[in-house]
């Protein structure tokens, strides 16, 4: 007998089953309820609206499930477990307590059935097994693996993230595994997090399978993703750090870029000079990220230069603006504008650096005044003509050797972190004290909330009271030389202490 048959009569058995169960006949009801153990369950009285998933969840506690087989008409499905001691396990547990689906109480019992003949070959089925079966760990709560089951949102964390990663990118690498209805982002411990929400919870469950633990680009930008609690997400603006899909016509938000029409368009162009550095995620995801990647440089272009305005402009140097641009790059030149003393032109080494550097420093405070970070259309910060003197407001760094990510593969890539109260100190000499420190970084104009030397003294942790008064410390004390020829290095961290 073929796949097809087997299924057609497990299905008018099931059914007899339950016309059994739910008739007045007493010789019927007694039969149905002395069914012996078997792995297949037989569950009745099914929300209409219920998934696979949610059904799968109420076996997930108890073992491994094999096969699922949903009768949508009739409110009810048949579930195969791996072996019947789960099964007996299940139907115990269940006798004790009633289980629930979306509120709905539902009724569980052996099938005459001592398994399930469906094609195995259902790759949805197949998929939402092993998508739902993912959620579960051996301390799972059964109420737990139904909420996770049955939510479409999904919480990301993104570490080591040396390249940024924009809420297109999210949506071009987890479109692929569903509709993305909603995107929110936002910066928590100092790390980049995002909520992500599909319009069915199938597809979060198999984007978790495919992508928790990948990384987004070689070596760099690794995913940790869980499910969030929240069943549905409130996006009020459409902007580059939330955005509704399903509703074009929100604001973009005070203070917010409104988003260029153009913009996703540029997202589907192929550019495959740059997938060299893509580290494909899977097979499902390879373009998606591929595309993500194209995003990033079709944003920036090729240009590595930007644009910063709103500066202090009676405090504000070619070295400060080097030094703190020089936290997320490697910078080449600076050039303050001589009719606009509030702007700078900053070329960064590539256009990789200049989106990592606009997405950390947009917004922060310098000097008193909120800095604005934008791409420029320029490609290069020309040098002033020979023998033209523009009062030292163009400087090349192009050969400093203060730049930080000269070094491939350098561990300071694995380090960068957003602006933060607390910073990370290294370089520090042997006989250099925690006083030392407290009394050099207070006469930076900031007070030291708390400090920590790491066990060989030659690196510290030290906390300033607000994240303004970090950025102001790290411009003024990074190469601070310690005498000895010995330069402090700053950078921000995200620890605390």
């Known amino acids: 007998m073929d796949g097809i048959s087997d299924v057609a009569v497990g299905v008018k058995r099931g059914s007899e089953e339950l016309n059994g169960a739910s008739n007045g006949s007493d010789s019927k009801k007694l039969r149905v309820e002395e069914a012996p153990p078997s792995r297949v369950i ?6 209409n609206e219920a998934s696979e998933a949610e059904v799968i969840a109420l076996g997930l506690p108890f073992g491994k499930v094999t096969n699922i087989l949903t009768l949508k008409g009739k409110n009810q499905a048949f579930l195969e477990m791996g072996t019947e001691e789960a099964a007996i396990t299940m139907v115990n547990y269940y006798t004790t307590v009633t289980p629930h689906i979306r509120n709905v109480p539902v009724f569980i019992q052996y099938s005459n059935h001592k398994e399930l003949k469906t094609d195995a070959g259902n790759q949805r089925t197949q998929a939402v097994l092993q998508a739902v079966s993912a959620v579960q760990s051996p ?34 690498i987890f479109s692929k595994f569903g509709t993305v209805m909603k995107i929110i982002t936002f910066t928590k411990n100092n790390q980049f997090q995002a909520l992500l929400q599909f319009s069915d919870p199938v597809n979060a469950q198999q984007a978790k399978l495919a992508l928790d633990g990948q990384n987004i680009y070689n070596s760099c930008c690794t995913l940790r993703i869980d499910f969030s609690k929240l069943v549905n997400l409130n996006v009020k603006y459409n902007n580059d750090k939330s955005r509704d899909y399903t509703r074009p016509e929100l604001p973009a938000g005070d203070g917010q870029p409104s988003l260029d029409p153009t913009v996703a368009a540029a997202f ?15 097979a499902a995801a390879a373009a998606a990220a591929a595309a993500g990647r194209v995003a990033l440089a079709g944003q920036a272009g090729s240009s590595g230069v930007l644009l910063v305005s709103n500066l202090n402009e009676e405090m504000v140097t070619p070295q400060s ?10 910078v080449q030149r600076v050039k303050i504008l001589y009719n606009k003393k509030d702007s700078a032109l900053i070329q960064m080494s590539d256009s ?28 290069t910060v020309a040098l002033p003509r020979d023998g ?41 000499p042997q006989d250099v004290t925690e006083d030392d420190l407290r009394l050099l970084f207070s006469n930076a104009g900031g007070t030291v909330k708390a400090f920590k ?41 995200k620890s605390t202490i």
């Open 42 to 47: 037989h569950i009745r009285k099914l929300p």
């Open 139 to 172: 301390s799972s709560d059964v109420q737990e693996v139904l909420a996770a089951a049955s939510s479409p949102v999904l919480r990301i964390i993104i570490d080591n993230m040396f390249y940024p990663v924009t809420l297109d990118v999210l949506q071009q």
């Open 268 to 282: 589907s162009k192929d550019s495959s000079s740059l997938l060299g550095a893509l580290n494909p995620l899977s």
């Open 321 to 330: 603006l080097f030094t703190l641009f020089g936290v997320y790059g490697d």
């Open 352 to 379: 990789n650096q200049a989106q990592l550097a606009m997405s950390h420093l947009n917004g922060q405070k310098m000097y008193g005044k909120i800095i604005r970070v934008t791409l420029s259309k320029h490609q």
């Open 388 to 428: 033209l003197d523009d009062q030292g407001l163009t400087k090349d760094y192009a050969n400093s050797p203060l730049h930080r990510f000269k070094k491939p593969g350098s561990k300071n890539f694995q380090n960068i972190f957003p602006p933060s109260a607390t910073l990370h100190l290294s370089n520090i």
């Open 453 to 493: 030397f790491f066990q060989d003294r030659k690196m510290a942790l030290i906390q300033m009271s607000t994240v303004e008064e970090a950025i102001q410390a790290l411009i003024d004390l990074h190469n601070y030389n310690m005498g000895g020829n010995q330069h402090l290095r700053v950078s921000f961290s």
